[in-house]
């Protein structure tokens, strides 16, 4: 289990497929579970992209701090910026410059986080059913609170002030992601194919206003029922294929 280590946290990962070196872009997986987000996750979902791409591409994946393998403290000023210096971290201790992500569900918020951050690192994107606000605040609190009342025990070091900065942080600004402002989405000239959610922790109007905000984006509408799997899978292998051509 290779992890790698920052001050205060400690990330497991993997990696899989060929080297940087053999050719395309490599692809950083963030995997769905809300606050769970593990590598183990992906076994749930329509189809694995561990398993799909790594015969092409060098797929980095990850478990989120506090998720699968990865642990890290907890404060009060924790938030998606969090997240990503994380993400970004574990990519330059692997010495990988410019990458494509490929995230399901929370992984669409963390996505746009990366793009409002470092745009300049990355190819492409692919969000599969963005989590995103509409007409369900209440359920993302929920679902943070049932995360946090069973890792309560981890972080001594964590007070009740802590535990309400960081949900808030989380889940009561930005704007449809949370993560980023609806504004920040009109900068978002990288490409990036949005597969549509359609239930209430991913709802169908978030997708659709994602790509009507952001510039770069493509809508793809039916992939995740089983006459749509191996479609949906031909538009993501078709969309990488264009973007992350060897350079």
Same mark, same amino acid.
């Given at each position: 289990?290779? #992890?790698?280590?920052?001050?205060?946290?400690?990330i497991h990962y993997?990696? /899989?497929?060929? *080297?940087?070196? !053999? =050719?395309?872009?490599p692809?950083?997986l963030i995997?769905?579970?809300?606050m769970? *987000?593990?590598?183990?996750?992906?076994?749930q979902?329509?189809?694995n992209?561990? !398993? /799909?791409? *790594?015969?092409?591409?060098?797929?980095? %994946?990850?478990?989120q701090?506090?998720? =699968? =393998?990865?642990?890290?403290?907890?404060?009060?000023? /924790?938030?998606?910026?969090?997240y @990503?210096?994380?993400?970004?971290?574990?990519?330059d201790?692997l010495?990988?410059?410019e990458?494509?992500?490929l995230?399901?569900?929370?992984?669409?918020?963390?996505?746009?986080?990366?793009?409002? #951050?470092a745009?300049?690192?990355?190819?492409? &994107?692919? #969000?599969?059913?963005?989590?995103?606000?509409?007409?369900n605040?209440e359920r993302? /609190?929920?679902m943070?609170?049932?995360?946090? !009342? &069973?890792q309560?025990?981890?972080?001594?070091?964590? @007070?009740?002030?802590?535990w309400?900065g960081?949900?808030?942080?989380m889940?009561d600004?930005?704007g449809?992601?949370?993560?980023?402002? $609806?504004?920040a989405?009109?900068?978002?000239?990288?490409?990036?194919?949005?597969?549509?959610?359609?239930?209430?922790?991913?709802?169908?109007?978030? *997708?659709?206003?994602?790509?009507?905000? %952001?510039?770069g %984006?493509?809508?793809?509408?039916?992939?995740k029922?089983?006459d749509h799997?191996e479609?949906?899978?031909?538009?993501? $292998?078709?969309?990488?294929?264009?973007h992350l051509? !060897?350079?």
């Amino acid at each position: 289990m290779p #992890t790698f280590e920052r001050p205060g946290v400690t990330i497991h990962y993997e990696e /899989h497929g060929p *080297s940087q070196e !053999e =050719g395309r872009c490599p692809i950083l997986l963030i995997a769905p579970g809300g606050m769970r *987000s593990a590598i183990d996750f992906w076994d749930q979902a329509p189809w694995n992209p561990i !398993e /799909h791409l *790594s015969d092409r591409y060098r797929v980095v %994946a990850m478990d989120q701090r506090n998720a =699968g =393998g990865s642990r890290a403290d907890l404060h009060s000023s /924790h938030g998606w910026s969090t997240y @990503t210096t994380d993400q970004l971290a574990l990519l330059d201790h692997l010495d990988i410059g410019e990458f494509a992500v490929l995230g399901m569900c929370i992984g669409g918020s963390y996505t746009a986080s990366l793009l409002a #951050t470092a745009p300049q690192r990355i190819r492409a &994107a692919v #969000t599969l059913q963005p989590i995103g606000r509409h007409e369900n605040q209440e359920r993302f /609190h929920e679902m943070f609170d049932q995360w946090a !009342e &069973a890792q309560r025990d981890d972080h001594p070091e964590a @007070t009740e002030q802590d535990w309400a900065g960081f949900r808030a942080n989380m889940y009561d600004g930005g704007g449809i992601l949370f993560s980023v402002p $609806d504004t920040a989405l009109a900068r978002f000239t990288t490409p990036w194919l949005v597969l549509m959610g359609g239930d209430r922790f991913h709802p169908e109007p978030v *997708s659709r206003r994602l790509v009507e905000l %952001a510039p770069g %984006a493509t809508l793809v509408e039916k992939w995740k029922e089983p006459d749509h799997v191996e479609a949906g899978k031909e538009a993501v $292998d078709a969309f990488l294929a264009e973007h992350l051509a !060897e350079s």
